[in-house]
């Protein structure tokens, strides 16, 4: 069965500073992964796919994740953040044909100003 | 506004009633899902349909039903709530298989649920 590990439950940056958010992934054959957002108080929305073309995926409000196989990564990252990037962020797995996709237990970030 | 509704947005239950929360999409979508979110564990899937008149369970199931009689709508049941349903609940919609991984899901704004 295929899952996904987010790595630190809260990451605090600095505005302006690099953002990276780490997601691995167990899966027997080639996933398909995403991560999606949470704003305080509404649902999730998707912030950018990786579905076996490019492996470097680029999403919406900067933000962008590489698929990495010998990893089992997906890690997103963004260069430069912003205090409106502050939300809770969830990495999510599914395979092909799959009807389901399947959440990690989210990573909460912060900006400093 | 094109999307998926959650009615209602808020409720508390005492131990042992029940409830039914109602989900709307009105974009056609094939597949619905429930999902409750819980502080540290994610989002985790209670039940969902793959089309109308058809269910299925999924990883916390236990607690709930569920029933699609419209292809529009996917209600949630508790039928005797615990405490240890209280928890944000959303519903989300997609296409079929294919469609939905280039799309996406579209979630509902939430259910906040407290069983006192």
């Known amino acids: 069965a295929q899952s996904v590990t987010q790595l630190g439950s809260h990451v605090s940056v600095s505005e302006g500073a690099l953002v990276l958010l780490r997601c691995n992934y167990s899966?027997?054959?080639?996933?398909?992964l995403f991560w999606y957002v949470q704003y305080p108080n509404q649902g999730l929305q998707l912030l950018l796919k990786y579905t076996s073309a490019a492996t470097l995926v680029k999403g919406i409000n900067g933000f962008e994740a590489e698929f990495k196989k010998s990893e089992t990564s997906f890690h997103l990252t963004k260069p430069s953040a912003h205090m409106s990037d502050a939300a809770e962020y969830f990495c999510a797995v599914t395979l092909g044909g799959a009807s389901k996709i399947i959440f990690g237990s989210g990573t909460r970030l912060s900006i400093r100003p | 506004n094109a999307g998926v509704t959650q009615t209602p947005k808020f409720r508390v239950l005492k131990t042992g009633q029940s409830m039914t929360l109602l989900c709307a999409q009105d974009m056609n979508h094939e597949y619905m899902y429930w999902y409750r979110q819980d502080p540290g564990m994610g989002l985790r899937l209670i039940h969902y349909?793959?089309?109308?008149?058809?269910?299925a369970k999924g990883e916390v199931p236990d607690g709930y039903n569920v029933s699609r009689l419209k292809k529009q709508n996917f209600l949630l049941g508790l039928e005797s709530a615990a405490p240890s349903q209280t928890s944000v609940y959303f519903c989300?919609?997609?296409?079929?298989?294919?469609?939905?991984?280039?799309?996406?899901?579209?979630f509902g704004s939430g259910t906040r649920l407290t069983v006192v």
């Open positions: 989300a919609s997609s296409y079929s298989r294919d469609r939905g991984l280039d799309y996406g899901y579209t």
């Open positions: 349909s793959v089309g109308e008149g058809t269910t």
């Open positions: 899966s027997s054959v080639p996933p398909y």
